[in-house]
């Protein structure tokens, strides 16, 4: 019989061999899930998918992309086009001036004398006539009234010589001789008269005294300045107008004045130079405006706007101008057979709602969206652009806005 002890001795060491070793599994276990990790990472960099995502997002192509890829393919690249109105485009010239008066002068005496009294204030409007600085009569009177004596004399010695030539007491001569003395002595009284009456300054014309540069009590010699009388009515405008745009003006035109006090009057063009300055190579012109109530002060800066004869043009918005290999600003159009064309274009005026250029000579249809991915020559697909659709519409019984 078997011994019973060696028995469970085989048994002890059968089950003993098939006992697993933890540091063995442990082992085993990490290199799985590395295995596993680097395969995942490998598969995400391969194809952007991991966990049942996409870790890359693909973007629709841009159009330079897709310009590129047709140019390469042979295909036509698909722009967008619009056909905008030509309507009549109110052209203004916007000239930079200030204020003036049109009439400035010094009251001067033409006498020597004390001021013995001040008729006006500083800044009062005066009416023509008006007596502004009066000056001492000093022996102007006394003068005056000898140089009568003297005319009245002689009037009568003349008029006894002749009782006595037509009665053949005396010679012609001596009439001729006391008709002398006659216009001598009225010369005489004529400068007594014109030297009393300039001891009386008056204003020249209706105005504002500007400036009183003497007071009473002070000596004004002959040339010596009493006040300074400004006329305001008319009022100038000057402003200088470029070289390129002198031609446009001429003598009458209509004006508006805007000045920065927020007044606005409206005149005609009274003067344009024949002769540019030196320095800015621009001309000066005077715009005449009415101020019959003295609101409008010179001195003041101003615009002139000159409305011009209007232009056939078309309203752009600014997103579609692009510049050719030459630098110039213009559009590109799509030609009816399918051709891309440069259009240079002539800037009128900026307004916030686009641009007004000169109308092109014949309508084009005006790339919109596309015109910087595509060149002259090129063929090209060209979709209406819809959004231009409702706006192409010239408005009724208006040039433009």
Known sequence: MPDHKQIDAEKKQSHSSNKINPKTFKFSSSIMWALIFTLLIAAWIVTGDFKGGSALKTESPSLAEKAKKNKTEGVSFRVRTAEFPVVEHPEKLIIRGRTL???QVELKAE???LITKLEVEKGDFVKKDTLICHLENGGRTAALLEAKAVVTQAEADFKASKTLERRGHTAGLKVLQN?????????TLLRAELDLSRTRITAPFD????????????????????????????LMVIGAVRERDIGKLKPGMSGVANLVTGVSAKGKIQYISSRAENETRTFRIDLLIPNKDGLLKSGVTADIEIPLTPRKAMKLPPSILTLNDNGKVGVRAVSPLGDVEFLPVKILSEENSGIWVEALPVAKKIITVGQDFVKAGQKVEAVEDTKFKQNNTAPKGTPGS
């Open 101 to 103: 008066s049109d009439n």
């Open 111 to 113: 006498t020597a004398g």
């Open 179 to 187: 008709k002398a003395l006659v216009d001598r002595a009225k010369a």
């Open 207 to 234: 105005g504002f005294i500007d400036q009183l540069p003497s007071k009473a009590g002070s000596y004004l010699s002959v040339g010596g300045a009493c006040a300074t009388l400004v006329s305001l009515d008319p």
